[in-house]
């Protein structure tokens, strides 16, 4: 493990707390917020609900950004080893009619300017770099309070119990450390993506391999769309995007499904083929070839079900704690989740360092530079999706690749 460190700096605090920071969640942002301390000589304990790093996978490809995803790693000193994880070539694009047919093919960069790395690799060379037990892995938060002076009592699900100097939550969507500073919930957009996958496609499924290309694919018509990407190890990675009720993706039986995202075990008794049949059954008529990307799946399907907080969601100085990533700033994909939620985690790390004898100077900073950062990327989240499913699918998107000079 390679780290480069600082001395190591005092935080001031009234409290007692295991490490300095505490942080809930051990996805990109909260990692990437333990990692930058770490470089400044700041210690941090992540409490990450998962049992172990290999507990579950970790999401599709992911391609970062030069502006915060790139930078948030330049800041951890992890430039050398995530340019040894991307995946070449994956940053092309195509757009699919039903029939198959190619609309516009947008050749790759070679990644030179947003490469492409799979989400669980990002997480590895993040969990790599820490010290050894940084990361308390099946740590299932069950309740947060505050006790005054800025501290904050973590409690979990095997009773114990944690006491925070200053708390940071890096918990996602359903973030349970959120409730200390805004009354916000995440509500459903009226979209779900359907997740699937094919294994070892140039052999096994050579037609539909042929069909999505080195990267992404796009096959897409008002209010759906089946949307794909190849990965390293012969892999397609397909999300089947459907604008449906919630009632309607409940019906589905599928994990993920539900009105709670919370509630992701257990698919329909028949491992998830009725509902594959439904989904397919929208896109009928459309080419074999795509719709095996449904049919054929080689795992049972998810739904992820797209939720949002407020646009523009913010919140009040609360002393001792703040959010990042979804916790903080919950916007439909658009590709810049995990940029962001990175950047986040960066940004907060370095205030901190700034600021090593006043956490409430350092919050103050990070929160007023948060603020209107994440509030511009409200709306191109509702546009992305606009764009891809939207009234003039597939078009709307011809449009944005080509910079508006594609006419319907």
């Not at 999401?59 to 800041?75: S, T, V």
């Not at 198959?100 to 070679?110: I, K």
């Not at 119990?161 to 009226?190: C, E, F, I, K």
């Not at 709670?260 to 989904?279: K, L, V």
Request: glycine share 12%; charged share 20%; net charge negative.
């Amino acid at each position: 493990m390679t780290t480069t460190s600082t001395t190591p700096t005092a935080l001031t605090s009234s409290a007692t707390p295991t490490t300095p920071v505490t942080i809930v969640g051990g996805g990109l942002g909260g990692l990437t917020l333990a990692r930058v301390l770490h470089v400044h000589g700041i210690p941090a304990t992540v409490y990450e609900a998962d049992a172990s790093p290999a507990a579950r996978t970790q999401g599709g490809q992911l391609d970062i950004h030069p502006g915060d995803g790139q930078r948030a790693l330049a800041d951890a000193g992890l430039i050398e080893a995530f340019r040894e994880i991307i995946h070449e070539g994956a940053d092309a694009a195509r757009i699919l009619g039903k029939d198959g047919e190619l609309l516009l093919d947008v050749p790759g960069d070679d990644g030179a300017t947003r490469p492409e790395v799979l989400r669980g690799d990002l997480r590895r060379i993040l969990l790599d770099s820490l010290p050894e037990g940084t990361v308390c892995w099946g740590a299932k938060v069950t309740g947060v309070r505050a006790l005054g002076d800025g501290r904050h009592e973590v409690s979990f699900a095997d009773g114990s119990t944690v006491v925070s100097a200053l708390l940071v939550g890096a918990d996602g969507a359903w973030s349970r450390v959120r409730p200390l500073l805004s009354d916000a919930r995440p509500v459903y957009t009226g979209t779900t993506f359907v997740e699937t996958y094919l294994h070892d496609v140039d052999a096994r499924h050579p037609a539909t391999a042929r069909l999505v290309g080195p990267g992404a694919m796009y096959a897409l018509a008002p209010g759906k769309g089946i949307v794909a990407h190849r990965e390293a190890g012969g892999v397609l990675h397909t999300y089947v995007q459907l604008t449906r009720s919630a009632e309607w993706i409940a019906g589905l039986g599928l994990p993920g499904g539900g009105a709670d995202p919370a509630a992701r075990a257990g698919a329909d008794a028949d491992g998830g083929a009725s509902g594959t049949a439904r989904i397919a059954a929208e896109f009928d008529g459309w080419a074999p070839e795509l719709l095996a990307l449904i049919t054929d799946g080689e795992t049972a399907p998810v739904a992820r079900m797209i939720h949002t907080l407020p646009d523009g969601h913010r919140w009040d100085r609360v002393p001792g704690v703040t959010l990042l990533g979804d916790a903080a700033h919950l916007m439909p994909p658009s590709g810049d989740g995990a940029n962001l939620a990175m950047y986040d985690g960066a940004e907060l790390a370095k205030a901190i360092a700034a600021h090593p004898d006043d956490i409430e100077k350092a919050l103050t900073v990070y929160e007023e530079a948060l603020f209107p950062r994440s509030a511009s990327f409200y709306a191109d989240a509702h546009e992305i999706i606009d764009l891809v499913i939207g009234e003039r699918a597939p078009y709307g998107l011809i449009d944005f690749f080509e910079g508006g000079a594609q006419e319907q």
